[in-house]
């Protein structure tokens, strides 16, 4: 019988999803960022992964952590820089093949 310490090794901590799902958007969806920016594309990856996951808005998630840029930033490279129907289109592919 398997002791607790390896089926807790064995399970998927948020964290770690977490990371996951930002690194594979970083790979699959360009945000170009001007290179003197504040913040970074994993940083506005972590932002959006995050409020979807906690099922709260990007604001919310913004103004109750220490860590993350301005809501403001988020939202306006969200604006300005994303293609809603590329990411869609993106995010299936992730989950078909992830």
Not at 55 to 77: F, K, R, W
Not at 80 to 97: S, W
Request: hydrophobic share 35%; charged share 25%.
């Amino acid at each position: 019988m398997p002791s607790k310490q390896q089926q807790a090794d064995s399970e998927i901590h948020e964290d770690q999803l977490l990371n996951f799902l930002v690194n594979r958007l970083d790979e699959e969806v360009s945000l170009n960022l001007a290179n003197n920016a504040e913040t970074d594309a994993k940083d506005i990856y972590e932002v959006l992964v995050g409020a979807t996951a906690d099922g709260t808005s990007i604001s919310t998630l913004c103004n109750s952590s220490e860590d993350s840029p301005s809501a403001n930033t988020v939202l306006y490279h969200l604006r300005t820089k994303f293609e809603p129907e590329r990411l869609e289109q993106v995010a299936n592919t992730l989950l078909r093949r992830d």
